[in-house]
């Protein structure tokens, strides 16, 4: 399963599995394609860049036989955050690695650099300073406070997507998977949702897998993913648990607010996911079923 943003690595994840790989690599491989992509604004290299300029990619992995995971955050100048979120869960003692601990690290283990920041991506930056900022401001940037502006950007209906996996291969092994390069125009060092195990991404193969995207910041206040899996194990369908979970998102009125969408599936592989209405519309999303040449794409409903 993935969401709209995943539905073009998804032959690539499936032929890992159909290759004999394990749910954790075809996870990888999908988003791998993902991240590479400069057509997606909101994940890897094509992502819009932060209030700086600054392309910061977040990525988190979770093999749901063990539990173990592997993160990075606010990585920049490596093509596959994904990978390096791996590599962190196999190679080290620690499951988190952020800024410039993440990128020694991808340095380290010989990862893919990659000027992140496309062209296209530089004029909409530049574009949107030059629109937002005074003269003065202007000439001036990046000194003085970016607080303000990162309100502006939290407002817009720019990039906040994600791109998430979710996968159960032949051996009845669950995993899944996210990476972002967060929302445009976001505050340098921001962390949404994606790269908080719990919030944007929780698997236990027992019970199911959820993956989040949009707004982090109101998945994060709920724990979000863990709380649709946890449903699942206390008997709710994989219907049940996702709306169940919309619902507390729409319930909260105080803070930051914004729209959300959830994507989860059993531990037989039934799959579904809901939005919130404030996204203003049904989101996307793919799920490949074994046997089938191509995947059933479909609409979230509405809550």
Request: net charge negative.
């Amino acid at each position: 399963m993935a969401n709209g943003e995943g539905e073009i690595g998804l032959p690539a994840a499936v032929a890992a599995l159909q290759g004999g790989a394990s749910a954790l690599t075809a996870v990888e491989r999908g988003i791998g394609v993902v991240e590479a992509d400069p057509s997606i604004h909101s994940v890897g290299r094509g992502g819009i860049p932060n209030l700086l300029g600054e392309v910061e990619c977040d990525a988190a992995i979770m093999n749901g036989r063990t539990l173990q995971v592997g993160v990075v955050g606010a990585l920049q100048g490596y093509l596959n955050a994904i990978s390096v979120a791996r590599q962190v869960m196999e190679r080290l003692p620690h499951a988190v690695l952020a800024g410039d601990g993440a990128r020694r690290f991808a340095a380290e283990i010989g990862a893919r650099k990659a000027d992140m920041v496309t062209e296209e991506a530089r004029a909409f930056h530049r574009q949107w300073l030059e629109k937002h900022l005074s003269d003065e401001r202007l000439a001036a940037w990046p000194e003085g406070p970016l607080a303000e502006y990162a309100w502006i950007t939290a407002k817009s209906v720019m990039a906040k997507g994600t791109t998430i996996y979710l996968a159960l291969d032949e051996q009845g092994r669950m995993a899944g998977g996210t990476s972002t390069s967060g929302w445009a125009g976001k505050y340098p060092g921001r962390l949404g949702d994606s790269p908080i195990i719990g919030a944007g991404l929780y698997v236990d193969e027992r019970y199911g897998a959820c993956g989040c995207t949009h707004t982090g910041e109101m998945t994060i206040r709920l724990s979000t993913a863990h709380a649709v899996v946890q449903s699942m194990k206390h008997g709710a369908t994989v219907e049940e648990a996702c709306r169940d979970a919309a619902q507390e998102i729409v319930d909260l009125k105080e803070g930051f607010l914004g729209p959300v969408a959830i994507h989860a599936i059993d531990a037989k592989g039934n799959a579904h996911a809901v939005s919130t209405r404030d996204l203003g519309e049904k989101i996307k999303y793919c799920v490949w079923f074994e046997g089938t040449s191509q995947p059933e794409c479909r609409r979230t409903p509405a809550l």
